[in-house]
């Protein structure tokens, strides 16, 4: 009983910070300053 207690808390704490880094990821991602594309590259 106290070792799947212990698995619980492990996952638990594991996707709690896969989703805190995916947040900042996000964040990074979205803060960037955009850049239009060159539409000659396409033609």
Do not use: C, H
Request: overall charge negative; aromatic content about 6%.
């Amino acid at each position: 009983m106290e070792r799947s207690k212990f698995i619980a808390i492990l996952t638990g704490a594991i996707s709690l910070l896969l989703g805190i880094a995916y947040l900042v990821m996000v964040q990074i991602l979205d803060n960037r300053e955009m850049i239009p594309a060159d539409l000659g590259l396409l033609w």
